[in-house]
């Protein structure tokens, strides 16, 4: 049977014993180890690739998912004959999911189509946008629609019904200073989502304190919404049935199945022959 192994995507493996339970416990007189990954034959002469005397193997900056044997031959006497065996693993490259926040919020807007909306759609993305870039996190307009709303035992009001994303972005090509625990993607995106929440509390809280009249564009209070989505690269996906061991993983998806973006499942298709494919 084959044992599944999985490695964080560029980083270096555990050690992979080319030894059983059994053998671990044996005296192997002149033991010979070989190793053979998905490009073929593996050699401590190659820099990502570490093979110790013993045979155990480390992978390093880990890339390569499929299936890895090692065979190893040994005798239990010196008068005895050698013996083999094989054994395969399979050896999967896995990520964190990486998630962001999809946020929607009313407001009370000018006359559908005029100018002062679409003006003010701009602005207060650029405003969330200032809010969160120390974060390096990005916030993206995913739509804005303006409505004619009836009021319960009113009349007709415009509304526009935002939908925007908050994501962090790659610390390293920001080129930001930080200390480790706030350079985390997760870590930057929650104070960013506190930030955002903050924001449209505020805007309540001034409304209520104001003795002006609102304008004609303010924000309608208790209408802002948020959930949480997860998401994986092109090539990997969660599948807690066939990864139980790594059921929140994002894992390169098996030859037979595909992603062709940031969703999170891998789809099936039967001509995809190889690890981490993103189209069929």
Sequence with gaps: ?????YVKLNHNSP????????????????????????GGGLSSENSSVEISPTGTLILRNFKLSGVYTC?????????QPYENLSIKYLIYAYSDPKAYYEFTARYHAAPCNNYYNAYFER??????????????????????????VKMQRGGLQNEIFFTFSVASLDREKHNRLCQESACDAFHRLNKAKHLIERFFKQQV???????????????IEGTLQMVRIDRCYP????????????????????PGSYNPSNGIHCLRCDSSLIYGATKC
């Excluded at 049977?1 to 192994?5: G, I, R, T």
């Excluded at 602005?123 to 004619?148: F, G, M, P, R, W």
């Excluded at 807690?240 to 061991?245: G, K, N």
């Design 1 to 5: 049977f084959s044992v599944k192994v």
């Design 15 to 38: 050690r992979i014993l080319c030894l059983t339970n059994h053998l671990r416990n044996l005296e192997l007189i002149d033991p010979k180890f070989w190793w053979n990954g998905p």
């Design 71 to 79: 065979s190893i031959f040994y005798k239990l006497t010196a008068m």
């Design 123 to 148: 602005t207060l993305i650029q405003i969330l946008n200032k809010l969160v870039d120390e974060l390096s996190c990005e916030v993206t307009l995913i739509k804005a629609e303006c409505h004619h």
């Design 205 to 219: 809280e001034v409304s209520r304190k104001s003795s002006e009249p609102l304008p004609e564009i303010y924000y």
């Design 235 to 254: 090539g990997y996906g969660i599948n807690a049935l066939i990864h139980p061991d790594c059921p929140q993983c994002c894992v390169v998806c098996s």
